[in-house]
């Protein structure tokens, strides 16, 4: 059964930085595109960014709003994702979901995320 | 960045069929957009249904369906029960990135 399971969130100050862990399993995690999701308090779901297998280079697309600041990065002898947060603002506070995002799974399926909250 | 619009709110009655639209701001959505659709109820993680445009999960209800419509992606739900009141979210792929559409709430009443 594939499992993703999020961690690593918590409260921050603007400016800070936090580092969300998803822990993958059920599924060969190396070859595969993984992507995270954030949805804000009472709002829609907002695209951050994924990540490509090895075999597509492992290379990494960021949402306009997060690029520069977000970093994805992969152990894939641990089958474990990450995103690292840093010069945090209060609207990057959201849950923050990640996903196996292609073949054959095209964000399926979901972990139960994890809550960022910025503020002062 | 590309925005991707979606009715904010739709109704329909049980049993009754519904179409919801995804569009894009840089023109008509085509399979090149390879669409998807999402469903988010309260309190709960997104459940993708469909992608590529029209492909089902294994566990979608065969009462969706995704199609292109008139420039837009679509998703129609014939047949629908109350257990399909939810959020629904479309995505579109750009050169680049995803965007998600702003959402739309379908009310069963």
């Known amino acids: 059964e594939v499992q993703l399971v999020e961690s690593g969130g918590g409260f921050v100050k603007p400016g800070g930085s936090l580092r969300l862990s998803c822990a993958a399993s059920?599924?060969?995690?190396?070859?595969?595109?993984m992507s995270w999701v954030r949805q804000a308090p009472g709002k829609g779901l907002e695209w951050v960014g994924h990540?490509?297998?090895?075999?597509?280079?492992?290379?990494?697309d960021y949402a306009a709003p997060v690029k520069g600041r977000f970093t994805f990065s992969r152990d894939d002898s641990k089958s474990i994702l990450y995103l690292h947060m840093s010069n945090l603002r209060s609207e990057d506070t959201a849950v923050y979901y990640c996903?196996?995002?292609?073949?054959?799974?095209?964000?399926?399926?979901w972990g139960q995320g994890t809550q960022v909250t910025v503020s002062s | 960045q590309a925005v991707v619009t979606q009715e904010p709110s739709l109704t329909v009655s049980p049993g009754g069929t519904v179409t919801l639209t995804c569009g894009s701001s840089?023109?008509?959505?085509?399979?090149?957009?390879?669409p998807y659709w999402f469903q988010q109820k309260p309190g709960q993680a997104p459940r993708t249904l469909i992608y590529?445009?029209?492909i089902k999960h294994s566990w979608t209800p065969a009462r969706f369906s995704g199609s292109l419509l008139g420039g837009k992606a679509a998703l129609t739900l014939s047949g629908a029960q109350p257990e399909d009141e939810a959020d629904y979210y479309c995505?579109?792929?750009?050169?680049?990135?995803?965007?998600f559409g702003g959402g739309t709430k379908l009310t069963v009443l």
């Open positions: 840089t023109g008509p959505v085509t399979s090149g957009h390879y």
């Open positions: 995505l579109l792929s750009y050169s680049g990135g995803q965007v």
């Open positions: 990540i490509r297998g090895k075999r597509d280079g492992g290379t990494s």
């Open positions: 996903t196996p995002s292609s073949w054959p799974f095209y964000f399926a399926p």
């Open positions: 059920g599924f060969t995690f190396g070859n595969g595109w």
């Open positions: 590529d445009v029209t």
